[in-house]
């Protein structure tokens, strides 16, 4: 498995990450915890070293499940976790809110070390920007706890370019994590190129469009009651019948590569910039071995510009949230 930095931090992964939210938490029933764990095993046999958590995934069951896959790996992965949300006061899944005050972040970083079984937080993320609370604020307390060696790296989870800039001038941010595929291209505009002045990394999540890149689901899939893709407007069954000419695209040009069209997505997101990491996620080993298998897909600048003209005939149906989750990001 290749590496890559992420930006000017040292932060060096491999090149393909592993998202374990769906292990846990929004994609139906949580999965078998051994089974899990042995994916998360296979995962660094393969070489993957970079995996993405957080805390309001469960609540906490996914960073319980990942510190203990990981524990026999500390100091050779990072992992990464994110604060920000304030959770149901039953405990139950979901969120309530937003809560970035410092005195909370401070609270989060403590629990999920505990939960991590690490000394130190690899890269550390606000899940979502908080309008209530300065970013400065926010900034000033990852700070706190990287001087205190309890975090390592400080990252951004669906921020604007403005609350880059502010955050980066307190304490530099290694990473951004935002949503980017071949059928989400919302951050090209303005963070893209506010990253790579910076030299801030970046980390496409849903990097398969939330399982629909993969090719394997129509207009008819039906997807378990507690599965979040129920309430997406881009997973109603009228927008995954128009969206499938992506999937016929990427099925297209992958044929000719000999890739499947995960991999092409994949393989697309990391021929944008050496320093993005994508982090599918999977509860299936084959699934996983495919998306390793997308670092080794070489795309040429023919190809891309091909994927790309083709992509910009295509419009894609359905917003990607709620509106009322959608008011959450880019703030």
């Given at each position: 498995?290749?590496?890559?930095?992420?930006?000017?931090?040292?932060?060096?992964?491999?090149?393909?990450?592993?998202?374990?939210?769906?292990?846990?938490?929004?994609?139906g029933p949580a999965a078998d915890k051994k089974k899990m764990i042995s994916?998360?095993?296979?995962?660094?046999?393969?070489?993957?070293?970079?995996?993405?958590?957080?805390?309001?995934?469960?609540?906490?069951?996914?960073?319980?499940?990942?510190?203990?896959?990981?524990?026999?790996?500390?100091?050779?992965?990072?992992?990464?976790?994110?604060?920000?949300?304030?959770?149901?006061?039953?405990?139950?899944?979901?969120?309530?809110?937003?809560?970035?005050?410092?005195?909370?972040?401070?609270?989060?970083?403590?629990?999920?070390?505990?939960?991590?079984?690490?000394?130190?937080?690899?890269?550390?993320?606000?899940?979502?920007?908080?309008?209530?609370?300065?970013?400065?604020?926010?900034?000033?307390?990852?700070?706190?706890?990287?001087?205190?060696?309890?975090?390592?790296?400080?990252?951004?989870?669906?921020?604007?370019?403005?609350?880059?800039?502010?955050?980066?001038?307190?304490?530099?941010?290694?990473?951004?994590?935002?949503?980017?595929?071949?059928?989400?291209?919302?951050?090209?505009?303005?963070?893209?190129?506010?990253?790579?002045?910076?030299?801030?990394?970046?980390?496409?999540?849903?990097?398969?469009?939330?399982?629909?890149?993969?090719?394997?689901?129509?207009?008819?899939?039906?997807?378990?009651?507690?599965?979040?893709?129920?309430?997406?407007?881009?997973?109603?069954?009228?927008?995954?019948?128009?969206?499938?000419?992506?999937?016929?695209?990427?099925?297209?040009?992958?044929?000719?590569?000999?890739?499947?069209?995960?991999?092409?997505?994949?393989?697309?997101?990391?021929?944008?910039?050496?320093?993005?990491?994508?982090?599918?996620?999977?509860?299936?080993?084959?699934?996983?071995?495919?998306?390793?298998?997308?670092?080794?897909?070489?795309?040429?600048?023919?190809?891309?510009?091909?994927?790309?003209?083709?992509?910009?005939?295509?419009?894609?149906?359905?917003?990607?949230?709620?509106?009322?989750?959608?008011?959450?990001?880019?703030?």
């Amino acid at each position: 498995m290749q590496k890559r930095t992420l930006g000017k931090s040292g932060l060096e992964v491999s090149a393909v990450g592993l998202g374990c939210m769906g292990m846990s938490f929004g994609y139906g029933p949580a999965a078998d915890k051994k089974k899990m764990i042995s994916l998360i095993h296979a995962a660094v046999e393969r070489g993957v070293t970079f995996f993405d958590t957080a805390e309001v995934y469960g609540p906490f069951i996914n960073e319980e499940l990942v510190g203990e896959a990981l524990e026999p790996f500390r100091g050779k992965v990072a992992i990464a976790t994110k604060f920000g949300f304030k959770l149901k006061a039953d405990g139950s899944p979901g969120f309530e809110g937003l809560n970035s005050r410092p005195e909370r972040i401070k609270e989060v970083a403590e629990a999920s070390l505990k939960r991590l079984r690490v000394d130190a937080i690899d890269l550390f993320y606000q899940h979502r920007v908080d309008p209530d609370v300065a970013i400065e604020d926010v900034a000033g307390a990852v700070k706190g706890l990287i001087e205190q060696g309890k975090v390592k790296h400080f990252g951004l989870s669906e921020p604007g370019a403005k609350t880059i800039r502010r955050a980066h001038a307190v304490q530099p941010v290694t990473a951004v994590q935002s949503e980017y595929s071949v059928w989400t291209r919302g951050p090209e505009a303005e963070v893209l190129p506010t990253l790579e002045e910076l030299g801030i990394g970046f980390v496409p999540y849903s990097p398969l469009g939330k399982g629909f890149l993969t090719g394997k689901m129509d207009e008819k899939t039906t997807f378990d009651t507690n599965d979040f893709r129920n309430i997406l407007p881009r997973f109603t069954p009228e927008a995954r019948k128009a969206n499938q000419a992506l999937i016929d695209l990427l099925g297209r040009i992958g044929e000719r590569k000999k890739a499947t069209p995960a991999q092409l997505a994949l393989a697309w997101l990391l021929a944008q910039k050496p320093w993005i990491v994508p982090i599918p996620g999977t509860t299936k080993l084959h699934r996983l071995e495919e998306n390793v298998g997308a670092a080794a897909v070489e795309l040429t600048a023919d190809d891309l510009r091909e994927i790309d003209s083709a992509a910009s005939k295509i419009e894609v149906q359905g917003a990607r949230y709620p509106e009322h989750i959608e008011r959450m990001t880019g703030l």
